[in-house]
Nanobody
Framework: VQLVESGGGLVQPGGSLRLSCAAS????????MGWYRQAPGKQRELVAR???????NYADSVKGRFTVSRDNAKNTVYLQMNNLKPEDTAVYYC??????????????WGQGTQVTVSS
């Protein structure tokens, strides 16, 4: 299973970006999908997560600014980021809990995409 992310880049404070992450490979079902981030010198933290049924949760620091969504038919998760702040600067990682055809669930990570918020 591979997770391929896209959509990162450089944006000014107050701007917006949309991240995408597509999963491919031997996939029977994807349970939760989500986004984590890691800033220099800090631990990786959960940003937003969404279940296969559409339930979601967010880090307090992004509530009201970020929106996570998914397209189950495309095995893709999105992160719409609005009103970006310099403290949002980090490498953003996609995560997926994938059930393969053996019916075992495994945890997968994308390669990461850099988001830089700076004037």
């Amino acid at each position: 299973v591979q997770l391929v992310e896209s959509g990162g880049g450089l944006v000014q404070p107050g701007g917006s970006l949309r991240l995408s992450c597509a999963a491919s490979g031997s996939i029977f079902r994807i349970n939760a999908m989500g986004w984590y981030r890691q800033a220099p010198g800090k631990q990786r933290e959960l940003v937003a997560r969404i279940t296969s049924g559409g339930s979601n949760n967010y880090a307090d620091s992004v509530k009201g600014r970020f929106t996570v969504s998914r397209d189950n038919a495309k095995n893709t998760v999105y992160l719409q980021m609005n009103n970006l702040k310099p403290e949002d600067t980090a490498v953003y990682y996609c995560n997926a809990q994938v059930v393969g055809y053996t019916l075992y669930e495994n945890n997968y990570w994308g390669q990461g995409t850099q988001v830089t918020v700076s004037s």
